[in-house]
């Protein structure tokens, strides 16, 4: 039975403040730091015979934090990217409103119609599109039994989901993902099961590597 390990980047300055962040490199925080740290110290029996990462430095630095002592490389992915905010990144929402009045309420009523998009950003049928490649390569290169370790964000892991488990493209908006956040799916005979979402127990308690 084969494993698929998820996890979101760590803490930024701009997840603190609201920034939208998208395809721009911007590094952990210390918090963000300490929180991969966490992550590491709960991971650490968990053997992987992959570690990829997106290739933005929040996601790639988190990733290099839990492969810190392992023989292995982390391997990195630009399919595996937070969508693209076009014109948005570097802003707040409050920004967003003064520069485009009315398309963030517009966002809002689009719902579940995957094919909006910021002035100059990608769509979620972007992201799907390009995670489906990754996930493909990805299960190719996966031996029954074998642990993958996938460090991303918050919109690329969702869309990975989705890919897993045969989802609905729609149920891309239906998870919540918070920073070092792990998931965990596991491979059962050509089908794959969600053990967990959205777990974080590793930042409120030291010492977690008695649950994986």
């Not at 930024?12 to 740290?37: D, I, K, S, Y």
């Not at 399919?79 to 009315?102: A, K, N, Q, V």
């Not at 809002?108 to 049928?125: H, K, L, Q, R, T």
């Not at 074998?146 to 998870?175: P, Q």
Request: with cysteine; glycine share 10%; charged share 25%.
């Amino acid at each position: 039975m084969g494993t698929w390990y998820l996890v979101r980047h760590g803490e930024t300055e701009w997840n603190r403040t609201g920034r939208m962040q998208g395809h721009l490199g911007v590094p952990l925080n210390a918090e963000g730091r300490r929180q991969a740290t966490r992550l590491a110290g709960r991971l650490r029996r968990v053997e992987f015979s992959a570690i990829y990462a997106s290739d933005l430095a929040r996601a790639a630095e988190t990733a290099q934090i839990i492969a810190d002592g392992r023989d292995l490389a982390v391997t990195p992915d630009s399919d595996l990217r937070e969508f693209s905010g076009g014109e948005w990144e570097g802003l707040t929402l409050e920004e967003i409103e003064r520069r485009y009045p009315g398309l963030l309420a517009e966002r809002i009523e689009a719902g579940g119609n995957m094919g909006w998009s910021a002035p100059g950003g990608e769509s979620a049928i972007d992201a799907l599109q390009r995670v489906r490649r990754f996930s493909t390569r990805a299960k190719a290169s996966l031996d029954a039994g074998e642990n993958i370790l996938v460090v991303a964000h918050g919109g690329t892991l969702r869309a990975l989901v989705v890919c897993l488990l045969d989802l609905a493209d729609t149920d891309f908006w239906k998870f919540q993902v918070d920073n070092t956040a792990l998931a965990i799916i596991s491979d059962h005979d050509g089908s794959r099961v969600l053990e967990s979402w959205n777990d974080t127990h590793h930042l409120a308690n030291a010492d977690s590597s008695d649950r994986v």
